[in-house]
């Protein structure tokens, strides 16, 4: 493929046209190899290199659990007959060793794109003006820009409700999204955290784990509520012992008071706090890349529509990541990255993505880890099923850990039909690790019966807890 | 089958014939389950029911791992900007915890057994007087017992060494073996470990991370010198800036000195220490069965030798654990003594062992964990190997646990003639977790090519070591 880089100016702005577009640096990033040396390739990115994962998400957010780990591990010593403590936090050195480590690597990714010959960045914001022609809005004015193939990985953002007081409160900076809140200048005294989803939850384990107030407001009546019903309860039962949870809730109005905030939650009261996170949810960035009259069509939810080759509905236009697809994981997005940088590269062999089993995970204290159904859809889709449930106390690293009352369990569910395995849902230390070999049987097929005798599991190492729930599971099946 | 006891007393005292005769209560012990209640059985036992793993072996060690771990964690937290302490352990509370829960088991597990109508315990020492006729002697006199099927799971015990001065010190009550360390009264302030294997490495561990100043001894040039020679080179370094290691080092003399010992380690000096841990190997206990004549066979090492189906040279007499394995590992008995229960059960159906590909863990700071061949192992069989070695640090979750200069790893082999994993040997946190999809793949002879991106690995889990460590091994058969 030759370059068709072109670089006429015109009354909008200089213009220039491309082999490949890619909007977006998050998974889309990861598309431009040196297979691509040959192509002429136009990037646009509005914010850091390395998208929500890197700068705002995943990754910085994991730094700040595995720190709160420390403080909550330290406070749990005496129970072992250890003398530890926890003491406090310098928030700042935190923050600092985590963003230290994440922004040189964003400035980084865009260094060496910037480095590429056949490579141009574009730092603003893209709006389509066409079929496959862009303009996008640069600091130094309007860049025309089109491709023979566009890539749309531009993600999603947290969504802001409409809410009274809150452009007030946010006006006095006391209002923050997951955008904001790892990068704040001191550990809140007080914190309200608006969702009980992922997002919610894992900031609330964060800030209670190194000394805030927490209050944790849903209008759900179980934190997690997608995750599997016993998952959702037992996560919500420990939740609730360790912060202020008002479930049920709306929250209604927001109030600035004396240096603090007044959350007006209906029937739950109100609560005192000094900072908010809003986590109601994530929507995709569509709306911002004026799609109407290009042929690339949009669902209900603003997710742009692809199909199995993630093909946008719009000829030479692509997307990937959580513009589009119904995992918003950053597994799933690299996993699409693959396929559209292997279906660019090869028209004529098409590939197609595979979510078939698709696991998440919730890095809280305990953790959670899902892969497949839950009970109730595996139910609503009228299977016959085999459900077994283990809990962590039953086994030998469960009593080093002193599980007896945790309730930390591993839920699996076969389908009587098949003798596979359709679902499992862990809660508890290590459940985002543990869960792998369940993600692997399914992924590849394998059965049940035989699973867990067919390979040794390490005594008495954690991952026992799932050699047991399999046994429980074959034995189900057989009942 | 029908019941054959009697009861007629000799001179040798009371006799009894059983149709299955168990000798331990380790792994056989689970041998006796309700397709057994028409057999009269018979165990022998000479300690406590539930044998090494549960007495004196995996289960209480990890309960003093996981405890050291709040002491090792919470001194780690300053480096991550948290104000947490380590001031010491309450060691009597910390015991009593864990024998607490363990003494109850064993003694649960005599008195369940003894309830059974067609179960007769002796608690003693038996030996064999001829072909499956056993004296057992108990503190009421001997008891002659005889059987059909035989099952010696009798397993091993810690060598103790011909040292000079070792006798001595051992009667001033200051040497111990990994049967008697953890139930001593008080939190030695100095510890000599004799011995730089799993028991010898994971003590050092327990007793360092609770603040004991421990002098660490092995003949070797590295501490677990059987693992990965990488892996081994590793944990040498890291267990050589926690504690005072003595390497490639004898103790000659063993010197009591006012309140304590002195080590005498040839060029290695002296080490003054206050206790003494042996952990110089096990040895399996057929040479207290007197086997001589019996027509069962005994190797060099002491096990008594084996077939493919647990049998011993002897007609009716099954072997199981660390008494003739060659893996002494209690997933290993277990296994072995389901071998066993089924062949029992099956005579004409007999089952074989399967010691493909048998994991084992190290619970140390850090853990280890393996699987396979070593790459020595696999370069003196003449595999054409392909090996990919990732490090922690390079995994988004690496960078969370500020692994940076770890140096933990990852390390797969794979044999290109056939694309399967043949070894993995990993060194870091979670290691006995994390290794589990690699002796899945293993065990159920997935190929290397098409494992990592055939399922989703969650990110940021940890488990994404594991996912890269198989991505740039299928990249380095492809090379």
Request: aromatic share 6%.
């Amino acid at each position: 493929m030759t370059s068709q880089q072109d670089s006429d100016r015109t009354d909008a702005g200089p213009a220039r046209h491309y082999d490949l577009l890619v909007l977006g640096t998050g998974s889309g990033n990861t598309i431009v190899d040196d297979r691509f040396d040959d192509w002429s390739v136009g990037i646009v990115e509005r914010t850091e290199f390395g998208g929500t994962c890197l700068n705002r998400g995943c990754i910085p957010s994991k730094m700040f659990v595995v720190t709160a780990d420390h403080a909550c591990d330290a406070a749990q010593g005496p129970r072992f007959g250890v003398h530890t403590r926890y003491d406090g936090v310098d928030w700042p050195a935190v923050r600092d060793r985590v963003f230290d480590r994440i922004d040189p690597q964003a400035r980084g990714g865009r260094e060496y794109r910037e480095g590429l010959v056949n490579v141009e960045v574009h730092a603003g914001t893209a709006r389509f003006t066409g079929e496959r022609r862009l303009v996008v809005e640069t600091e130094h004015g309007e860049v025309q820009v089109s491709a023979d193939q566009v890539v749309i990985a531009v993600g999603g953002r947290p969504v802001v409700p409409d809410i009274e007081g809150l452009e007030e409160a946010a006006a006095a900076g006391l209002v923050h999204t997951s955008d904001t809140i790892m990068r704040i200048d001191a550990l809140p005294h007080r914190l309200g955290v608006i969702g009980g989803g992922y997002v919610g939850s894992e900031f609330a384990n964060i800030f209670a784990s190194l000394g805030t107030e927490v209050v944790q407001v849903d209008g759900q009546d179980l934190l997690l509520s997608t995750q599997d019903a016993d998952v959702a309860r037992r996560f919500t039962e420990i939740s609730g012992e360790r912060w202020d949870l008002r479930l049920g809730a709306e929250l209604e109005r927001v109030e600035l008071t004396d240096g603090g905030l007044r959350l007006h939650l209906g029937e739950q009261g109100t609560a005192e706090v000094d900072l908010l996170l809003l986590a109601v949810g994530r929507r995709p960035n569509s709306d911002l890349l004026d799609l109407e009259g290009t042929g690339i069509e949009v669902d209900d939810a603003g997710r742009v529509v692809v199909d199995e080759q993630q093909r946008t509905t719009a000829e030479g236009v692509w997307a990937l990541g959580d513009i589009s697809t119904h995992h918003p994981l950053k597994h799933v997005a690299n996993h699409e990255a693959r396929i559209v940088q292997h279906n660019l590269l090869h028209p004529e062999d098409l590939q197609t993505v595979d979510h078939r089993f698709v696991p998440q995970a919730v890095f809280s204290v305990p953790q959670v880890a899902a892969v497949g159904l839950t009970e109730e859809q595996a139910r609503e889709q009228g299977l016959d099923l085999a459900v077994f449930t283990q809990h962590y106390a039953d086994v030998a690293h469960g009593w080093a850990l002193e599980e007896d009352d945790s309730g930390h369990l591993v839920k699996v569910l076969a389908d009587r039909a098949t003798g596979r395995l359709v679902g499992a849902h862990l809660l508890g230390p290590q459940a985002s690790v543990l869960v792998q070999p369940l993600i692997q049987a399914m992924s590849f097929d394998q059965p049940v019966r035989g699973l867990a005798r067919g390979q040794y599991w390490i005594h008495p190492a954690l991952s026992e807890v799932v050699e047991n729930a399999l046994i429980g599971l074959e034995a189900a099946l057989d009942a």
